[in-house]
């Protein structure tokens, strides 16, 4: 196997790819202006932390009832066209949002989320299930790698200029650049050549919804290394409600309203700044075979837990900016890494509704995480520094979960057995030097 490129070289010479990364990078720009837009909009609003953590569950908990739905129609149609409707349709919901001015119609602001959310549900999957079509074998781990990171650093940046664009221009501002950035995102997407995939037999053609929902099932019955690694995100996003924390813990600091929007934009750039960090800085010190991505992923379940810990002792902004940077450090190993043995291990027909389960299950957990942070705070009266502690102690159970995984597959490659697609020997692997970045 040729060994893999570089972020630069994969841009370069591969033009259905590289337009999918210029849709994501103007859409997640726009998505973060959007959520320190919605923060602030809530606070301005007179909502508390149950009415963020509510906002919060709203931007995740959809993705939860359409992810089934979303699964089989990436599976069976054009995944392109399905990325073009969503950002369209998305355009129109946000530009709903400069209706919401007053403290009754919160009601409205969480239904324009959930429909948001739900559009995205379908948008998230389709863009990685598109990426194997796009890519060769031996560019998916760095094509992951760069989405990941993409990703990391539009936290980045438009965290940060989401908080100075509301500081200096108001919350509306940020919801008109958010929706034009979906029209843009939809024309880069339009370019991408139509990707030729392999018919799908007729007999499985002619099958309902149901049945096709039962079939990958059945495969990842059959695959138990794939499902784990798809259950891997809900492990990581035990933790999401940190991201209730935040607004809550920039109010604490900051009276201003201004300022609590800054604060929230300098928190979630560093949380950004660490997760584009992560995979790249593993990649280039470990190489990227697959016991280096396995091993990985364990080791980042434990840091980050540890990070969690510092966050709960942060007396000061910069130690909080700091302790989420190096959680989303070691988390977005956990993404980058499952994203790429799935798209290594699984096959190709499968993976819309693989990586709907995925997202499906990752929201809920997430959303339950924010509704019990919300309802530790603001319920029980839980101080902040009680309820980060134990988001750091929660942290701590998938890691355990896969590491005894891996146990698991070792001693079954010690009787020369395999577990799914994961056997003892894997020629690729040694192949795959580490990459220059």
Not at 81 to 107: K, Q, T, Y
Not at 331 to 350: C, P
Request: net charge neutral; proline share 4%.
């Amino acid at each position: 196997m040729a060994s893999s490129p570089g972020y630069v070289a994969l841009l370069k010479s591969n033009a259905g790819f590289r337009n999918l990364w210029y849709g994501q990078v103007v859409s997640e720009l726009g998505d973060w202006l959007n959520s320190i837009a919605i923060y602030m909009l809530v606070m301005q609003l007179g909502g508390g932390g149950m009415a963020m953590a509510i906002t919060m569950m709203a931007k995740l908990m959809p993705v939860f009832f359409v992810s089934p739905l979303a699964g089989v129609l990436i599976d069976r149609i054009d995944r392109r066209a399905i990325l073009i409707a969503s950002d369209v349709l998305r355009f129109f919901v946000v530009l709903c949002f400069l209706m919401v001015d007053e403290p009754g119609e919160l009601w409205l602001l969480y239904t324009l989320v959930v429909i948001e959310i739900a559009l995205a549900g379908f948008f998230e999957p389709a863009r990685s299930a598109l990426i194997p079509s796009l890519t060769q074998r031996e560019e998916l781990v760095t094509a992951n790698a760069l989405s990941g990171s993409t990703w990391s650093v539009m936290v980045a940046v438009g965290a940060a200029l989401g908080g100075v664009l509301v500081s200096w221009f108001g919350i509306q501002t940020a919801f008109i650049i958010d929706a034009f950035t979906f029209l843009i995102s939809a024309a880069f997407i339009y370019r991408i050549p139509k990707a030729e995939r392999p018919a799908r037999p007729h007999t499985e053609a002619q099958r309902g919804f149901f049945q096709d929902l039962k079939d990958a099932g059945s495969y990842l019955k059959q695959q138990p290394g794939i499902l784990v690694l798809a259950l891997l995100k809900s492990g990581l996003a035990l933790a999401g409600g940190v991201m209730t924390l935040i607004p809550l813990y920039s109010a604490r600091i900051y009276s201003a309203p201004e300022m609590v929007s800054m604060g929230i934009g300098i928190i979630y750039s560093g949380r950004g700044i660490g997760a584009a960090l992560g995979p790249p800085l593993v990649r280039r010190l470990f190489g990227e075979t697959s016991q280096v991505l396995r091993l990985a992923i364990a080791g980042a379940f434990f840091m980050g837990s540890g990070a969690y810990f510092m966050f709960s002792n942060s007396e000061s902004l910069v130690m909080a900016t700091v302790s989420i940077g190096l959680a989303t450090f070691f988390g977005s190993m956990i993404w980058v890494f499952s994203s790429a043995l799935i798209h290594l291990e699984a096959e190709d027909r499968f993976l819309g509704r693989i990586f709907s389960l995925e997202m499906a299950l990752l929201t809920l957990v997430m959303g339950l995480s924010n509704f019990g942070v919300g309802a530790l705070v603001e319920t029980l009266g839980w101080d902040l520094h009680s309820t980060a502690q134990a988001i750091a102690l929660i942290f701590l159970l998938p890691g355990i979960g896969w590491s005894a995984f891996l146990v698991f597959v070792h001693r079954r490659f010690k009787r020369g057995e395999c577990v799914g697609t994961v056997c003892p020997v894997e020629p690729s692997d040694a192949k795959v030097p580490p990459t220059s970045l």
